[in-house]
């Protein structure tokens, strides 16, 4: 049995699935394949490493400092988000709270993380062979939100948020071999998701990179229609879907930190769920 856990991220909702693995972490509950998207990526680079309460800190400590996530930041940078403090300055061996890379790699657990080529809109699958100490640069790529955060480039391609590629990506973990997948949402799984958002961030990117304004117009339609799919295979047993109830009065960019405890509680009790399902 090859089990699989996707992380969709969210922004600052990622706080829920964050409290899902450290819950996992706690009881020692292993995957053979991570798939993490955008915020979900940086939520599996530090559940592979085995570094409980991390994530939580960069949720809820971190996260309201100006220099991680700002106005000021996207005068200055053009990014609200900083992604070189957050997966840099802070993570990087030397930072505040760095990321145990030699743990990440020696995991035998697989790791995907998913990014959306700003030229083409088509989904990127990087995975750990691009990583090395101190070079964080596709979780960067997988969390740059299009207009709120200019594209990150690597190796000469600009990259945007994975959502904008494959925003739920459960036929990628079964195309990887996975025979069960848990799947980490971050909001009501029967919550569709609408487009008003996407099609004003689209409207801000069209004239540079059409291509990838055109998937993020598209990214509602499909993530409705990946978790319809994956509804489906959870009803033939083989996906576990987890997910909040409710976000608490979280969303993608706000940083509440009482209400973002709320719902990593809610997360860490909704992990219990996996047990079952695993074993």
């Not at 450290?22 to 599996?44: E, K, P, T």
């Not at 988000?81 to 030397?94: C, E, P, R």
Request: hydrophobic share 35%; net charge positive.
């Amino acid at each position: 049995m090859k089990n699989g856990i996707i992380d969709v991220g969210g922004g600052f909702r990622g706080i829920y699935a964050c409290g899902v693995l450290d819950y996992c972490l706690d009881q020692n509950i292993r995957f053979d394949l991570g798939i993490g998207v955008s915020a979900g990526s940086a939520n599996l680079a530090s559940f592979i490493a085995g570094q409980k309460g991390r994530n939580f800190t960069f949720y809820t400590e971190y996260g309201l400092r100006r220099q991680y996530a700002s106005v000021w930041n996207f005068i200055r940078k053009r990014s609200f988000i900083d992604m070189d403090y957050v997966y840099g300055t802070l993570s990087n061996h030397d930072g505040e709270n760095p990321l145990d890379y030699t743990a990440l790699r020696n995991n035998p657990m697989e790791f995907i993380v998913v990014a959306a080529n700003a030229e083409t809109g088509e989904a990127k699958y990087f995975d750990k062979r691009d990583i090395r100490q101190d070079d964080y640069s596709i979780l960067k790529a997988s969390s740059s939100i299009p207009f709120v955060c200019k594209p990150y480039f690597i190796q000469g391609t600009p990259y945007y948020d994975g959502g904008l590629g494959d925003p739920v990506p459960v036929e990628k973990a079964f195309a990887f071999g996975c025979d069960r997948v848990v799947l980490l949402l971050t909001k009501p799984e029967n919550v569709l998701r609408t487009s008003e958002q996407d099609e004003k961030l689209a409207a801000r990117i069209r004239k540079k990179y059409p291509n990838a304004a055109e998937k993020l117009r598209q990214r509602a339609n499909r993530y409705n229609e990946s978790v319809a799919l994956a509804q489906e295979y959870a009803r033939q047993g083989k996906v576990l879907i987890v997910a909040p109830d409710d976000t608490c009065g979280v969303s993608t960019l706000s940083r509440d930190p009482a209400n973002m405890k709320r719902l990593y509680e809610k997360g860490y009790a909704d992990g219990e769920k996996i047990k079952s399902f695993m074993y």
